[in-house]
C-alpha cells in the first residue's frame, strides 16, 4: 500500500531554513506529481507546491515562491521542500501528497497523503 | 485565483439523517472538483473526484454533484464515523489549486 512519511520539521526562528524530507513506499514513485500541501493549526488546507513525475514541472502558492523550494529523488524515491526565510505564518502541518492519477486532470488531486510534519516559526 | 466558499461552517445532522453540503466556486470549474475528508488528528482522505466519481473504498453513502460553480456533498445516512471536517477542492483552473475553508460535520 501506499505510504508516505515525512520528515524534518521542528521549531526554527524567524529568517531561518528548514528541509522536510517524504519517503515514499508502494506505489512506482517517479509516475506520480507530487505535492506539499500546509495546513496551519486550527485552519484549513494550503496547496503550498507542486512538482511533475519528471521534475520539469514545478509551481508554488504565491505565499512561498521565492522562499521554497520543491525537488525529488525518483532513483531513492523522495520529495524534498527547502525552505528558507522562514516566517511566522508559515506554522504549519506540512503534508506530503502523492497524486491521485498518473495522468489527466487526476494529476491534480491529492490521492494518498502522509501523516505530516509540524514546522514551527517562532522565536 | 479561483476562491473556494463552502457553507455551512458547521453542520449538525442526527444519526441516520441526511447531510447536505455545499462549494461554491467564483467561477466555473467544470466538473473539476474533489472532496476531501478530515477527522481528528488525522490527514486527509480524498472522498470524490470528478465532482461525483468516488474514491476507491469510500461508501456509497457518499455521493457527490454538481458542475460549474455550484457543487454538492451528500452523506445519505449519517454514521458516527462520519464526524470530520470536509474540504472541496478545484483542480481546474491553476495555479493554485485551491480548497474551500471546510464544513466540520458534528452528530446531533
Known amino acids: 500500500q501506499v505510504q508516505l512519511v515525512e520528515s524534518g520539521g521542528g521549531l526554527v526562528k524567524p529568517g531561518g531554513s528548514l528541509r522536510l524530507s517524504c519517503a515514499a513506499s508502494?506505489?512506482?514513485?517517479?509516475?506520480?506529481?507530487m505535492s506539499w500541501v500546509r495546513q496551519a493549526p486550527g485552519e484549513g488546507l494550503e496547496w503550498v507546491s507542486y512538482?511533475?513525475?519528471?521534475?520539469?514541472?514545478?509551481y508554488y502558492a504565491d505565499s512561498v515562491r521565492g522562499r521554497f523550494t520543491i525537488s525529488r529523488d525518483n532513483a531513492n524515491n523522495s520529495l524534498f521542500l527547502q525552505m528558507d526565510s522562514l516566517r511566522a505564518e508559515d506554522t504549519a502541518v506540512y503534508y506530503c501528497?502523492?497524486?491521485?492519477?498518473?495522468?489527466?486532470?487526476?494529476?491534480?488531486?491529492?490521492?494518498?497523503w502522509g501523516q505530516g510534519t509540524l514546522v514551527t516559526v517562532s522565536s | 485565483e479561483i476562491v473556494m466558499t463552502q457553507s455551512p461552517a458547521t453542520l449538525s445532522v442526527s444519526p441516520g439523517e441526511r447531510a447536505t453540503l455545499s462549494c461554491r466556486a467564483s467561477?466555473?470549474?467544470?466538473?473539476?472538483l474533489a472532496w476531501y475528508q478530515q477527522k481528528p488528528g488525522q490527514a486527509p482522505r480524498l472522498l470524490i473526484y470528478?465532482?461525483?466519481t468516488r474514491a476507491t473504498g469510500i461508501p456509497a453513502r457518499f455521493s457527490g454533484s454538481g458542475s460549474g460553480t455550484e457543487f454538492t456533498l451528500t452523506i445519505s445516512s449519517l454514521q458516527s464515523e462520519d464526524c470530520a471536517v470536509y474540504y472541496c477542492?478545484?483542480?481546474?483552473?491553476?495555479?493554485?489549486?485551491?480548497f474551500g475553508g471546510g464544513t466540520k460535520v458534528e452528530i446531533k
Open positions: 501528497v502523492k497524486a491521485h492519477e498518473s495522468s489527466g486532470y487526476g494529476r491534480r488531486t491529492f490521492g494518498s
Open positions: 508502494g506505489f512506482s514513485f517517479s509516475d506520480y506529481f
Open positions: 512538482m511533475s513525475s519528471g521534475g520539469g514541472a514545478i
Open positions: 467561477q466555473s470549474v467544470s466538473s473539476n
Open positions: 470528478g465532482a461525483s
Open positions: 477542492q478545484q483542480y481546474n483552473n491553476w495555479p493554485p489549486l485551491t
